[in-house]
């Protein structure tokens, strides 16, 4: 995957737009962040994930998953975009998206889907 992958991906969610973060590219929804590129171009930056459930991702797939020691007390984790797929990130980038969209959007969106 690349982060233009994740773009695709995620404008075509309600209430998601571009935007940037501490001088990347980001997806954010209602002003908050959805998601953001890393430095190194490859990773993105993944909020609202709890320690325990990094920690697990981390432990079952170290090739995609990681964190460094400015992220430890964050509830956040690093994927390599480049060593993983959109069922991988995927469920982890709507998750987050329900979040923060507002529930009217959620809803809609929710329906849509059933049509």
């Known amino acids: 995957m690349t982060f233009d992958d994740v ?4 404008l075509a969610w ?4 571009d ?8 997806l954010k929804v209602r002003k ?7 430095e190194d171009g490859d990773s993105l930056v993944m909020p609202g994930i709890p320690a325990d459930e990094r ?5 079952s ?5 990681y964190f460094t020691d400015h992220y430890k007390d964050y509830p956040m984790v690093l ?11 995927e469920p ?12 009217a959007a959620v809803r809609a969106f929710d329906h849509s889907q059933k049509s």
């Open 7 to 10: 773009r695709k991906l995620t």
């Open 14 to 17: 309600p209430e998601v737009e």
């Open 19 to 26: 935007g940037t973060s501490y001088g990347t590219s980001a």
């Open 32 to 38: 908050k962040m959805l998601a953001r590129l890393k």
């Open 55 to 59: 920690d697990m991702l981390v432990a």
């Open 61 to 65: 797939q170290p090739k995609v998953f």
């Open 79 to 89: 994927i390599r975009l480049s060593k993983t797929k959109r069922a991988t990130v």
């Open 92 to 103: 982890l980038l709507r998750r987050q998206w329900r979040a923060l969209a507002s529930k």
